[in-house]
C-alpha cells in the first residue's frame, strides 16, 4: 500500500520546563518518502516523533501529519504472548477480533522471516525477529506514517546490518511515508531518501541530505561513504570517524543506543 499521507512542521518549539527540545524545526515529508532524522543524544529526535503521532502537542508552531505509528527503541513485546499474538495485537487494539487478528497477521509472517515461530514467545526469539516482529505489528496498526525511533539500536552489529538491509526490502514491499530516528549516519544514507540533521539541544534543523542513490545500497558504496562523512562534518567532527562512534556507541558495541536526557531525546 502506497502512502498517501505526509508530514509537515512549521517553526515547531517544544519545551519540557527548563529544557528546550526543539526550536523553530520545520520539516516537510512528502507521502511515500524515507526521511531520517540524525543528530546528537538529546536533541529532541524522538520528542519530534512523539508530536507526529500525536503523543504531545507543540508549545508553537504547527504539526500536521497523516494517522502515525510510533516503533518505539525497544520492541515491547508482550512476554506472555506468541509472536503471533504480538504481531496482531494492533489489530485487536483496534476491535479486529483474535482469530481475524491472527490470520491477517500470519499472512506475512512468511515474507518477514518469520515462519515457523508463530506459536514461539519472545523469550524463544532472536533480536533481530522480535525488531521484526515489532515492525509487523507497526504496520498493521494501518496508518499510512511511520515512525521508528532507533529500531535497531539494541542490536549486536551484525544483526543490525541484516536488518537493514530487510527493512529497505520490508519498505519496498510495503511503501509508507516513514520518519526515521537514528544515531548512525551510514544507516541513514542505508536506508533514507533525505537525511535531516539536527543540532544540540534546543534541536534544530542544520542541513538536509537528498540522497540520490539506487537501491539496493551498499555500506561501501563510494557514494554511500561521500554522503556519510559528508554529514559528519556537517554535524561538526574535526574526525569523522571519532564523531560517527560517539553518535552511535552503543550499536557499534552491540548494547543499546539509548539518549541519557529523557527530555527531547
Known amino acids: 500500500m502506497q502512502s498517501e499521507a505526509g508530514v509537515e512542521l512549521d517553526a515547531v ?74 504481531a496482531g ?11 481475524a487478528a491472527r490470520v491477517r497477521a500470519h499472512e506475512h509472517f512468511a515474507a518477514f522471516g518469520l515462519e ?39 542490536l549486536d552489529a551484525l544483526t543490525r546490518l541484516q536488518m537493514q538491509r530487510w527493512l529497505a526490502g520490508a519498505l519496498a514491499r510495503e511503501p509508507r511515508t516513514v520518519l526515521l530516528v537514528t544515531h548512525d549516519v551510514e544507516e541513514a544514507v542505508l536506508l533514507a531518501d533525505r537525511v535531516v540533521l539536527l543540532s544540540p539541544r534546543p534541536g534544530r534543523v542544520v542541513e538536509t541530505l537528498d540522497v540520490l542513490l539506487p537501491r539496493p545500497r551498499e555500506r561501501d558504496d563510494v557514494a554511500v561513504v561521500e554522503l556519510r562523512e559528508r554529514a559528519l562534518r556537517v554535524l561538526g567532527a574535526d574526525d569523522a570517524g571519532a564523531l560517527g562512534r560517539e553518535l552511535a556507541p552503543a550499536a557499534r558495541a552491540g548494547a543499546p543506543a539509548r539518549d541519557e536526557a529523557a527530555p527531547g531525546s
Open 13 to 86: 518549539d517544544k519545551g519540557y520546563g527548563a529544557v528546550q527540545a526543539l526550536r523553530g524545526v520545520s520539516l516537510r515529508v512528502a507521502p511515500g518518502e524515507i526521511v531520517a532524522l540524525v543528530g546528537p543524544s538529546g536533541c529532541g529526535k524522538s520528542t519530534l516523533l512523539e508530536l507526529v503521532c500525536g503523543l504531545g502537542a507543540p508549545d508553537s508552531g504547527t504539526v500536521r501529519a497523516g494517522a502515525a505509528a510510533l516503533m518505539p527503541q525497544r520492541d515491547a513485546l508482550l512476554p506472555w504472548l506468541t509472536a503471533l499474538d504480538n
Open 89 to 99: 495485537l494492533a489489530l485487536r487494539v483496534a476491535g479486529v477480533g483474535r482469530a
Open 116 to 154: 515457523g515461530f508463530e506459536h514461539a514467545r519472545p523469550a524463544a526469539l532472536s533480536g533481530g525477529m522480535r525488531q521484526r516482529v515489532a515492525f509487523l505489528r507497526t504496520l498493521l496498526a494501518g496508518r499510512p506514517v511511520l515512525c521508528l525511533d532507533e529500531p535497531f539500536g539494541a
